[in-house]
């Protein structure tokens, strides 16, 4: 069974000192097991919503696409650099990263050592990070850290020095550094765009993801700007919805989801469905209630996925404009131990204690999505 993980404007590009810069994925090939523990991993982290009521002469840095269920990349943090790997996490808003300090954290790569750096300087307070099978637990630090050769420095982020047994077990990534809006971040630290163009490293304080699917290559994170050899329409504006005044995410509304250009009748009249953009969610999620109807009018897809491609196409109307996600974008899949191919809906029911929608990475890996500064997110 192919398992799941549960947890961007048209401009001109930055002028001199004010820069672009993409960070690129890459892609690690995986078997259906480890696939299986990335979505556990997500459905962890997915805990978070129910706790909390180039074309354009752009450089790149390698990020990593773990078989469509993760997507991660380098940070570096510290003088010297010291690399990490992390989730680029719309759906949180925190940098943490595992402290050398630390005693049970599992062995998955780096661990930051403060007194290596120059530039490093104690915060003091200590934070709990909250997920489905344990806690993770550290203090707050503040380190210049680097994202695609940009440097911000005096940035907070979290020193993680316990971890609950098997909270994350051998993730291929070390932490995560949340984009989220900083209402929702431990101490309401300040996004890293929010300091980039504090400090004048960029000149817009947006950032743009394109995601590749099926192990191709090429997916990019662009800060500061969009890549136009990500798209060749123009970007379709969604307001960030009120609603995220009450849950503090990138949260959009969608006022209907059609199945077959029919409407489910899974969306609340007038209030609609709230959605959370997050690009560390592999599916796409929804209240079980909701969610049921959708997976009820799609239909199952077959294991040996001989009956994908013929699955209905699911429509999601945001800002007066519908957008269509056909079955090779919302069908997930996945190789069993001995390699043989498999397929499963990337559509999850999850009680999140509100009724709230996560529109993950089936939907991000067809629309290039832009979220900027003025609370709207583009898609094209």
């Known amino acids: 069974m192919v398992a799941r993980r549960l947890s961007a404007l048209s401009l001109l590009l930055g002028s001199a000192g004010a820069a672009v810069v993409s960070l690129q994925l890459t892609h690690k090939p995986k078997t259906l097991s480890e696939i299986k523990r990335a979505s556990q991993r997500r459905a962890e982290i997915g805990q978070r919503f129910a706790a909390s009521l180039s074309a354009d002469g752009i450089p790149s840095v390698s990020l990593t696409d773990v078989e469509d269920a993760e997507y991660y990349g380098e940070v570096d943090i510290g003088t010297p650099a010291q690399k990490f790997s992390v989730i680029y996490d719309t759906g949180s808003s925190n940098l943490w990263v595992p402290s050398k300090k630390c005693t049970n954290c599992k062995p998955r790569g780096g661990h930051y050592d403060a007194s290596a750096s120059k530039s490093t300087a104690a915060n003091g307070k200590s934070f709990t990070l909250q997920y ?18 940009l440097s911000v420095e005096n940035f907070t982020f979290g ?36 300091m980039l163009v504090k400090q004048g490293k960029i000149q817009h304080n947006i950032f743009a993801f394109y995601l590749a699917s099926g192990g191709k290559k090429g997916s990019t994170l662009t800060v500061g700007g969009t890549d136009s050899q990500f798209h ?26 059609k199945i077959g250009g029919k409407s489910s009748g899974a969306c609340y009249p007038f209030l609609g469905c709230q959605m959370v953009v997050d690009t560390g969610t592999s599916v796409f999620a929804g209240p079980p209630s909701a969610m ?6 799609i239909g199952n897809v077959s294991a040996d996925c001989s009956n994908a491609a013929l699955l209905p196409t ?60 003025e609370q709207n997110l583009g898609f094209a």
């Open 132 to 149: 489905g099978t344990g806690n993770c637990q550290g203090f707050l630090t503040n380190d210049n850290i680097q994202l695609g050769g």
């Open 292 to 297: 049921n109807k959708v997976i009820a009018e």
């Open 159 to 194: 020193e993680v020095t316990s971890e609950a047994k098997d909270v994350f077990g051998q993730a291929p990534f070390d932490g995560i550094l949340g984009m989220g809006p900083p209402a929702a971040a431990v101490d309401q630290t300040p996004m890293p765009m929010d």
């Open 232 to 257: 060749t329409g123009d970007f379709h504006y969604v307001p960030v919805s009120v609603g995220a005044h009450l849950l503090p995410y990138w949260l959009v509304t969608a006022g209907d989801i």
């Open 314 to 373: 699911i429509t999601l109307t945001m800002g007066g404009k519908d957008f269509e996600l056909g079955p090779e974008f919302y069908v997930l899949r996945g190789k069993d131990d001995s390699g043989k191919e498999q397929c499963e809906l990337g559509l999850e029911a999850v009680n999140a204690g509100v009724p709230i929608w996560i529109l993950g990475d089936p939907f991000l890996r067809k629309y290039y999505t832009v979220w900027d500064s």
